[in-house]
């Protein structure tokens, strides 16, 4: 079990985290603000799912009984998830396996994810990271009228995470020999998302599949970052105009701060 802090909760503090707010609306968003932000986000996860729904109905409880509003939830699985090469896999909704961008090391995790002394924050927030969820509803009944090959070049790799060029999982692509995108369409997901696969972007991901019935699925995209600006909304922007934006709407999720390990985050809040 984890959690997050809203900026909310920050309202009149004075050592909030630098970055922290409320997340906007994107181009191409649909917020419903009943699915959207909070004070506080907390995550359970686990192999035993009826553990897992024990586990949410005791933290339903310590919320009621402290007189906190549950504000929304959603439930997630990772379809196929294991672990290959040190990253954590899973097949979404749309057919691929995700999380081959993620690093295969824990220094480089805590290089991608973790706030530094430097970067001008709260000495209790140091060791601490920025956390982006999206919940994102997949169009599957449009997407599956496509071709695997159609839905291959969208993506930018195949369904197994083989790059189109050839180059193995394990490697890194030269997009850069490709210029015109013959073999790796321009507007493909992971193009744009890191068009220099020699400077991953600067976050991990860790997302779930959901599917809530009458042909709502997708996914719970969440990621975590050192900062914001550099990691999410860096990759956000660069995906503007891509080819799979009429497949995905983004409808709820929020920003949040995961605190590191201790206490010190609630003298921050003041209260």
């Not at 997050?4 to 004075?14: D, I, Q, R, T």
């Not at 998830?81 to 057919?95: D, I, Q, S």
């Not at 709502?216 to 050192?226: A, K, P």
């Amino acid at each position: 079990m984890g959690f997050g802090l809203g900026a909310s909760l920050f309202e009149g503090a004075g050592a909030r985290p630098r970055q922290l707010k409320v997340m906007p609306s994107f181009p191409g968003d649909l917020l419903d603000l009943a699915q959207s932000h909070g004070d506080l986000l907390v995550r359970v996860a686990g192999e035993d799912a009826a553990e897992v729904r024990k586990t949410v109905e005791g933290v339903k409880g310590v919320a009621k009984r402290s007189g906190w509003r549950i504000r929304w939830g959603i439930d997630g699985f990772r379809a196929d998830n294991r672990v290959e090469g040190g990253r954590g896999l899973a097949r979404n909704p749309f057919h691929f396996t995700e999380g081959f961008g993620n690093p295969e090391s824990e220094r480089e995790v805590a290089d991608r994810a973790l706030v530094r002394a430097d970067q001008g924050e709260p000495e209790w927030a140091v060791g601490g990271s920025y956390q982006v969820l999206r919940v994102i509803r997949f169009a599957t009944e449009l997407w599956d009228k496509d071709s695997v090959h159609e839905q291959e070049r969208i993506m930018g790799r195949r369904r197994n995470g083989k790059w189109l060029d050839g180059t193995p999982v394990g490697e890194e692509p030269n997009f850069a020999a490709d210029p015109k995108g013959r073999r790796t369409p321009l507007d493909s997901h992971v193009r744009l998302a890191a068009p220099d696969r020699r400077d991953p972007p600067a976050l991990v991901r860790r997302s779930y599949s959901y599917d809530r019935g009458d042909g709502d699925t997708g996914i719970v995209f969440s990621c975590f970052q050192r900062d914001l600006g550099k990691g999410f909304e860096a990759v956000h922007k660069r995906l503007e105009g891509e080819a799979l934006a009429k497949y995905v709407l983004t409808t709820g999720g929020g920003y949040f701060f995961v605190p590191p390990p201790g206490d010190a985050w609630i003298d921050a809040l003041g209260y």
